[in-house]
């Protein structure tokens, strides 16, 4: 059964560095995309970055473009979001997911991980 094991979440001052980790096991193979969404409290789950396993096409979010990047390995299943200039906002739980399509809608992501905290505070 596939399976995604997200890591690298903690906490940061804001403007620092965190670089988030997604290791996929299992058929993931057949997705041909993984995104990374984030869910603060209180609010629904929102698009940040995806990329084409295939291609190494990326998509961003417009709040963070020019400040997160989304890569991926696929020698072994291991999706990344390098996310700098952390601001306030970007507090949440971060989660990544795949799909068979390239969509910024949740519900669209058939594999999702467990998730982890990001949390930008002094």
């Known amino acids: 059964q596939a399976q995604l094991t997200e890591s690298g979440g903690g906490l940061v001052q804001p403007g620092g560095s965190l670089r988030l980790s997604c290791a996929g096991s299992?058929?993931?193979?057949?997705?041909?995309?993984m995104g990374w969404f984030r869910q603060a409290g209180g609010k629904e789950r929102e698009f940040v970055a995806a990329i084409r396993w295939g291609t190494g096409r990326t998509y961003y979010a417009d709040a963070v473009k020019g400040r997160f990047t989304i890569s991926r390995s696929t020698a072994d299943n291991t999706g990344y979001l390098q996310m700098n200039d952390l601001k306030y906002e970007d507090t949440a739980t971060y989660f990544c997911?795949?799909?068979?399509?390239?969509?910024?809608?949740?519900?669209?992501?058939?594999?999702w991980g467990q998730g982890t905290q990001v949390t930008a505070s002094t």
């Open positions: 997911a795949t799909a068979t399509s390239y969509s910024t809608f949740a519900s669209d992501y058939n594999i």
């Open positions: 299992g058929r993931i193979y057949s997705s041909k995309l």
